[in-house]
């Protein structure tokens, strides 16, 4: 008889897999709901130093300056987080050449009960475009692994800036049921 | 150290240029030093380019996290970040965040002339007397101070450099000038900077 196979991974695991084969070891983050599991194993796993910022673009500014110095990180936030961005994205890691990686849960669409939200969405996209930034939307568990691991490494390789968004596809997001 | 009794009122108007010299001077194992946008990476620079020094052309307010991510990645060596008081406005949160973290071999200067100088000298909203030192002490930094003159800032550096942080030095600043301006080639300068931090090594001279 065959064994049943093993159940798949959630999201969360993977990535924090991939965070660690890649030796991404910083992680400073703005919290969001739909992150909890991840930034939950993070806190959880000595091997990370994960601490929470008072706004994104100071992560920012600590996950360029700590790649300058030898040690990899990565940046969890929300597309609102991602939104404050813009100045500091452009002038730091896209005119320096410095690797900042984000992971940004997708707030705003497929489902989004609150209108601000659904707003600041519209910008993540044009702002990423524009700005020339590598980014991939991660929706499907088994792509997963291989959407970040290889994000990661050519953001590494080319010391260009990257973004993965997690699509609420992917984690489930944030949901609030209509009232009848 | 006893608390100095140095105050945002009474400690003495300083040049820029002349502190950086000062800092620099004293700088013996290659400690990295961070410059803020304009002003405060301009007099860096013309203090004498180092190779352990980067200087910030944008991202107004985030010399202070740059330091900090290299104090978190080199624990071993000592960083001092070089921010203006209005760009530390901008990003006042990061000081709650180095206290949180509480680096050892982070030390962070800033340079209070109460205005943005580099964009034509308009006062900022906290000229009117906000206190940065008092400030980083509510933020969980006890130990900032203000400079009293130059000689107390050669102290307060030494004591930065020989003992352990984090360390906050506000430094009231006069009207003058910086004396020239950075080279501007983002690429090279944090190229030069991660050999400086011995993060990479090359075979294209550098
Ligand atoms: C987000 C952002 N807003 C405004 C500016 C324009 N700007 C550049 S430097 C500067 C003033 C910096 O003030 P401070 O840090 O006090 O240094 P100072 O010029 O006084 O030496 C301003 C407003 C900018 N570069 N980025």
Known sequence: ?180 | MSQSLTTAHNAKRMYRFDLTQRLVARLRNDEAVIGGIGNSNFDLWSAGHRAQNFYMLGSMGLAIPIALGVALAQPRRKVFALEGDGSLLMQLGCLSTVAALAPKNLAILVFDNGVYQITGGQPTPASGGTDYAAIARACGLPGAVWAADEADFERLVQHCLETDGPHFIGLKLDDQPPVSQTERDPAQIRDRFMRGMGAKKSKLPG
């Not at chain 1, 965070?19 to 930034?39: G, Q």
């Not at chain 1, 489902?111 to 524009?130: D, H, K």
């Open chain 1, 1 to 180: 008889m065959q064994k049943d196979p093993a159940p798949p991974r959630a999201w969360h695991e993977i990535v924090l897999d991939v965070l660690k084969a890649n030796d991404i070891r910083l992680v400073p983050y703005v919290p969001d709901n739909v992150l909890k599991p991840l930034i939950n194993a993070i806190h959880a796993d000595p091997f990370f130093t994960t601490f929470t910022t008072a706004r994104e673009e100071e992560a920012i500014g600590i996950v360029s300056g700590a790649w300058m110095a030898g040690r990899r990180g990565i940046v969890l936030m929300q597309t609102s987080g991602f939104a404050t961005l813009a100045n500091v994205l452009a002038s730091l890691p896209c005119a320096f050449q410095i690797p900042a990686l984000m992971m940004v849960s997708e707030r705003g669409t497929l489902g989004e009960f609150n209108i601000g939200q659904a707003m600041v969405w519209r910008t993540m996209r044009p702002v990423l475009e524009s700005l020339g930034m590598e980014h991939h939307v991660v929706s499907r568990l088994d792509e997963c692994e291989f959407l970040c691991d290889r994000t990661i490494k050519q953001a590494l390789m080319t010391q260009q800036p990257a973004a993965l968004i997690l699509s609420p596809l992917l984690t489930g997001g944030k949901i609030v049921t209509p009232k009848a």
